[in-house]
Structures are given as C-alpha cells and as structure tokens.
C-alpha cells in the first residue's frame, strides 16, 4: 500500500464558467511527488515511513482527500492531488471495507439460527440444536420423554398433526411433552459470533443475543434503506452522505438568486430548473450575454438583446428595413437622407389635412 503527495496542482472547475484554483499541500520530502510505505491505519490519521522516519498524517473522515485508485502506473492509497485516475472518495470505513474485500469468512464454525447464517467463535454442542430444523434452537424447548431440545414453533408445529415425539417417538401417555429450557437458551444466547458483515469490514464479535441490535443499529456496514424513500439501500456509513449529496428525493434549495423555493432534487431538476424565473437561460440569439434570467426573457429580446431582429425606427413613416440591433446605427446613418425624405413627404401630407381643414371652416 503506498500514498503519494504532491506539492502543488490546479484544480478547474466548470460550471458555467471555468475558475482555477491553486492548492497547496504539505511537502513530506525535498522532491515535489514522492512514494511512502503506509505503515497503519488508525481511527484518526495516516503512518507514513518516510526517509526511515514515522511520520502521522491527520485522516480526513469525510473522505474530502484521500482516494484507493491508480496514481502515475501505482495502485494503493494516494492523496487526491496526484491524479484524476482515482475511485469515488473514501473516507476511513470505505477504506477498511477496501481493505477486507475477498478476505472470506472469518475462523470459526458455521451455525444457523432464525433462518440466518452466522459464524461462532467456538462449535456449539450438538444438543442444543432443534433435531426438526437443525438449526440453534430458537426459543428452546426440552422433552420430557428423551430430553431433546427443539424450536418451540417447530414442536408446536409438529404437536399439530402427529402426538409422538419427533426423537423417541414415545406417545403423551407415555411421557411426550415439552417445557421452556432456559439453560438452554442461555447457552445459545452465550455463543460468541462475528457479524455477518465480516466480509465487508466490520470488525465487531460478541453474544448472539447482541447481534440483531447490533446489525439494526450501530453496524456501519449493514445494508439500511434510504430514510427518504428512494428505495436505495446502502452501508449504513455511507447513508448520511447519500442523504445529504445524493438521494433525488433530499429537499434543496433552488440556487438561483430571488428564488426561495425548497424542493426535492429530483423535482428541481426535472421540473423546477425548467420553469424558475430566476433561472439563468441562453439568449435564443446568442449575444454577449450569453446568459440571461429567465423573467427578463421578453425585455432582454424586446429592448436589450444585439442579435435582435429589429424595425428600423421610421417604419410608421415607411422605412421597411429590419435589421440586428447591433447593425441598425448603421442604417440611421446611411440613410438620413432617405428618412429626411420620407419625413418631409409625410410632413406635406399633414400640411395639406390641415388646409382642407381650415378651408371647410371657411
């Protein structure tokens, strides 16, 4: 597993626009990119040997920096301003679920209980299982004939349509019944199991009567579904991140200036980006302002835009010239004569009204 540092990169983002970013990292050796041996792993930060020295690097939890990928024909561990060859982010779970993928099941004895498989640290006795479903008996119960240990569903079950006993075949008359063991149960109960999330890199071991609160509530990498209804179901550790980055059903707020208006993801994209006045949109006539908000559309086009199709300015005196506004100083200068012209035509007409007016007073 190896980690590489690099001094100095520039980071671009696009979004509408492109900007540059310069950061800085901490240098652990005189070379600008170096390769170091990552001795360990702890709960808060990184061991690094470097130049034969131990050296801790703080970890980020968030899994903002550091990434499992390929970095310059290397794979491992590598800080995230080597390379763009690198997977999704991890943090230190992701990292230890990495770690332990295909490293099989742990040591120990495969036992069977409620339906589901588990690992036990120790083999249970033979007797202590239900001789109907062999699996550990579940809410054990002992016969009073031979002293078999069975489900209590499953005798209950069997009681229903035979009356001997399931191990000795002896009859009610002859002793068959059946009472709660609880020394029984406290020995099932006792067995020391690991989580059935061993593969994926939980660490944790104790009683199986520990194990179904364990895996509903503290396991980080059991499978839970989205609190939000997407019906996504991930490891629990990486659900608060889906919660708040990624689930198209968390509330968010639209991002454009003057619009306040709080909604689903998935709603935002799929239908409020196309109708918020306040959302930044492409000029239909590409102009120089490339982008214009949506409400100001019409007086953007009408008033404003460059590209614009436009009627020359004496057109109620005649004038039939369109063109882009951009263009149209030039037709009011190439034409004054022209508009002078009709101007002084239009002039004469109304002259003329006006005598025939003055004329029928008369």
């Not at 970013?21 to 702890?42: G, R």
């Not at 588990?118 to 083999?123: G, T």
């Not at 499953?154 to 068959?176: L, N, Q, V, Y």
């Not at 149960?185 to 999330?197: A, G, M, P, Q, V």
Request: proline content about 4%; some cysteine; charged content about 25%.
């Amino acid at each position: 597993m190896w980690l590489i540092i690099k001094e100095q990169i520039d980071l671009y983002v696009v979004i509408g626009y492109i900007i540059k970013l310069n950061y800085t990292f901490i240098t652990l050796a005189a070379s600008a990119k170096a390769v170091y041996p990552l001795i360990a792993v702890n709960e808060d930060e990184l061991t690094l040997k470097v130049n034969d020295h131990i050296t801790n690097i703080q970890w980020d939890r968030d899994g903002s920096t550091w990434a499992l990928g390929t970095c310059n024909g290397k794979t491992g561990f590598f800080h995230t301003a080597c390379t763009t060859e690198y997977n999704p982010l991890v943090s230190r779970l992701q990292y230890l679920q990495e770690l332990t993928k295909g490293r099989g099941k742990p040591d120990g004895h495969e036992v069977h209980y409620e339906g589901n498989m588990y690992i036990s640290k120790e083999k249970p006795q033979d007797w202590v299982s239900c001789i109907i479903c062999t699996e550990l008996a579940s809410v054990p119960v002992q016969t009073g004939c031979c002293g078999s240990s069975f489900c209590l569903k499953c005798i209950e079950e069997w009681a229903k349509s035979s009356a001997t006993c399931p191990h000795c075949r002896k009859t009610r008359k002859d002793g068959f019944s059946f009472n709660k063991d609880l020394r029984t149960e406290r020995l099932i109960k006792d067995l020391k199991l690991f989580c059935t999330n061993y593969n994926s890199g939980c660490e944790w071991n104790g009683e199986l009567r520990d194990v179904a609160d364990h895996l509903a509530k503290t396991c980080q990498f059991e499978a839970v579904p989205c609190p939000l209804k997407c019906l996504r179901k991930l490891p629990r550790f990486q659900m608060k991140r889906h919660v708040e980055e990624e689930c198209p059903l968390r509330k968010i707020k639209c991002p454009f200036a003057g619009c306040n208006r709080s909604i689903t993801y998935k709603s935002m994209i799929e239908v409020h980006y196309q109708e918020c006045l306040f959302c930044p949109v492409r000029c239909p006539n590409h102009c120089k302002d490339r982008f214009i908000v949506r409400m100001d559309k019409e007086r953007h086009l009408t008033e404003e835009c460059m590209e614009a199709i436009i009627d020359c300015e004496f057109a109620e005196f005649g004038c039939n010239c369109q063109a882009k506004r951009k263009d149209m100083p030039n037709h009011l200068e190439e034409a004054v004569h022209f508009h002078l012209s009709m101007l002084l035509k239009d002039y004469r007409k109304l002259q003329q009204k006006v005598e025939s007016i003055d004329l029928s007073k008369d």
